[in-house]
């Protein structure tokens, strides 16, 4: 069997992707808008804060009233943080404040509360220590002005900028458009997780894997489907997925050599690629256009199909995304390993806490559970049939 090398294909998904990189641009609620990539600078329509307010509890003063402190000043009010504006503030008297609450016109400082205390009768109030003009007063639009941009273009939105931009009186982003992705799994095995089994089935975890997958890569899963080994049946959900809006097909299973393969006997005849690549786990790989869009098929087996999508689609979908790519580091191996000499080999495995890369599992593809204990990929080298322990790889974060 010819086997194609793995950076081979992986080259050729990046081109198949690539058309994708350009997004359109669609507005989102900003309580929609986490993880979502700005398509353009964000404007604040409104000063930051909008209005003076105290930094601090205490009195608001003129700072000229309270120089030769200590004394004692009339209380003749209070401005709480609450809507309204308080009476302008007289000479020679203090305004109990809150924090955030408005600065009376006419004030210029707010002492804070520790630098008071109780004066001889109750509308009065002992300042202990004075204030020069502006202490403890936040100007309007000390923060930002309005019209300034409060985001910039081509950040990935988190929690910090989205306070921002409520803060700012905006309820809309402008941001890029998600890549719409279909998920479809094959197998006439595979039923509901949860499902009671029945003999010879198995639950679809690669319908949950790889819609995940999706998700935290920044694209977002527009249709996805369970499909028994019927071309027709498969044919429909592939339409389905492409008049649903998908840009992306991802399918799993159905495109190794024997029977019963059915994205091969359907996508195959209309031009597609299906072969093998040189790699361990993940070998049986399919690419092709359906209707216009492209279709990447993945082993049917869940740790070739997770593995797959994170060495080849992940990348190009978090790149568009604007999402960092995943870590890449070189490690000592913790133990010695043999590989298959001619495939690239990717052993599942996890960082140890002298920063050793130790395997976890097997390589067999099967082995979700030794996947799901892992936290990296070692990178064994096409050419190489076995390391020592202490021996430097490279690995890729999961």
């Excluded at 000043?73 to 809150?98: C, F, N, Q, W």
């Excluded at 975890?205 to 498969?234: F, I, K, P, T, Y």
């Excluded at 690549?277 to 990447?296: E, F």
């Excluded at 130790?358 to 990296?376: E, M, N, T, Y």
């Amino acid at each position: 069997m010819t086997r194609i090398p793995f950076d081979e294909h992986a080259r050729f998904v990046r081109s198949l992707l690539a058309p994708l990189g350009a997004r359109p641009t669609e507005r989102v609620g900003v309580v929609d808008a986490l993880d979502r990539i700005t398509a353009s600078p964000v404007e604040s329509p409104i000063d930051l804060p909008p209005f003076r307010n105290a930094q601090m509890d205490g009195i608001a003063v003129r700072a000229a009233d309270v120089a030769k402190a200590p004394f004692e000043l009339p209380v003749t009010g209070e401005s709480a943080a609450a809507p309204g504006t308080p009476a302008p503030l007289a000479a020679g008297t203090a305004v109990r404040i809150m924090t955030g609450a408005p600065v009376p016109a006419g004030a210029d400082a707010v002492v804070p509360v520790e630098d008071t205390e109780p004066g001889s009768a109750p509308d009065l109030v002992r300042v202990l220590r004075g204030r020069t003009a502006g202490e403890y007063v936040r100007e309007a639009g000390s923060d930002l002005a309005a019209g300034d941009d409060v985001l910039p273009a081509g950040i990935r939105l988190a929690s910090r900028h989205l306070a921002a931009a409520a803060a700012s009186g905006l309820t809309e982003l402008l941001v890029r458009e998600r890549v719409r992705v279909a998920v479809i799994s094959t197998g006439s095995e595979l039923v509901e997780p949860g499902a009671p089994l029945g003999p010879g089935e198995l639950p679809d975890a690669n319908g949950v894997a790889l819609c995940a997958a999706v998700a935290s890569s920044g694209a977002v899963v527009v249709h996805s489907a369970r499909v028994r080994d019927e071309v027709d049946r498969l044919r429909a959900e592939l339409d389905a997925a492409v008049e649903g809006g998908a840009e992306l097909i991802l399918t799993s299973g159905g495109i190794s050599k024997g029977a019963y393969e059915v994205v091969r006997e359907l996508v195959e005849p209309l031009g597609a690629w299906v072969g093998s690549v040189a790699m361990q786990p993940g070998g049986p790989q399919a690419t092709g256009v359906y209707r216009g869009v492209p279709l990447i098929g993945f082993p049917g087996n869940p740790v070739s199909a997770q593995l797959s999508f994170a060495l080849f689609v992940a990348p190009s979908l978090r790149a568009i995304a604007g999402l960092p790519p995943a870590r890449t580091e070189r490690m000592p191996l913790a133990e010695a390993i043999r590989s298959v000499p001619g495939r690239r080999q990717f052993l599942r495995g996890r960082r140890t806490d002298d920063g050793l890369a130790l395997a976890v599992g097997g390589p067999g593809s099967h082995l979700v559970a030794a996947l799901a204990a892992s936290d990296l990929l070692i990178v064994i080298p096409d050419d190489v049939e076995a390391m020592a322990a202490g021996d430097e790889v490279d690995t890729v974060g999961l």
